[in-house]
């Protein structure tokens, strides 16, 4: 998952042993690698290693696909050029207030799932087009789990009433992972 970047859902194939054995990998990367850069040497070591041998495909899966009202997108762009990220602006009982600044758009879709995972329990996929920096602060009251109807304004309606943003249940081509091969025994040293 941490070499290709992608959620369990998205990978597919390979032994049964791969649920349930658990493996340390030791490895040393060089200072200042970057996340991408140590994303590859992973990848890297483990087809070396264990042999392991991936392809990309596509599956129709269910998501919420993230859209735009027919009114248009109310966004407000980002105040600064800091680099994006959300957090918990103020608790109050009951309701959930979190602001996320200088994000795109696409950047809050995949942050969503994390942000409401009682509401939003599949990936989101941005399929608005907006493009530029944005700040949200987005204020909903949580679902109770197994509650049929929610006790105040949800995620959904924060995101249209403020923002003009719709979340839609849909089925979507989205890209997977294939395991061809692995082995438990690592080869090499």
Request: charged share 25%; net charge negative; glycine share 6%.
């Amino acid at each position: 998952m941490w070499a290709y970047d992608v959620p369990t859902d998205y990978i597919t194939g390979g032994p049964p042993w791969l649920a349930s054995d658990r493996f340390d990998v030791i490895a040393k990367a060089p200072p200042n690698t970057t996340l991408r850069d140590a994303r590859l040497m992973l990848r890297s070591l483990l087809a070396e290693r264990s042999n392991l041998a991936v392809r990309q495909s596509e599956k129709a899966m269910s998501v919420f696909a993230l859209t735009v009202r027919k009114q248009g997108p109310a966004l407000t762009p980002a105040a600064g050029s800091a680099e994006g990220h959300c957090a918990i602006s103020r608790e109050v009982e009951g309701e959930i207030h979190i602001d996320c600044t200088s994000m795109t758009v696409a950047d809050l879709a995949d942050y969503l799932p994390d942000l409401a995972p009682l509401y939003i329990d599949r990936p989101v996929v941005d399929l608005t087009g907006i493009k530029g920096l944005y700040d949200f602060k987005l204020s909903w009251i949580p679902q109770p789990p197994g509650a049929d109807v929610a006790a105040g304004p949800t995620i959904f309606d924060d995101l249209e009433k403020h923002f003009g943003l719709k979340l839609e249940k849909r089925k979507q081509a989205m890209p997977i992972l294939i395991i061809d091969h692995i082995e438990r025994e690592p080869t090499g040293n």
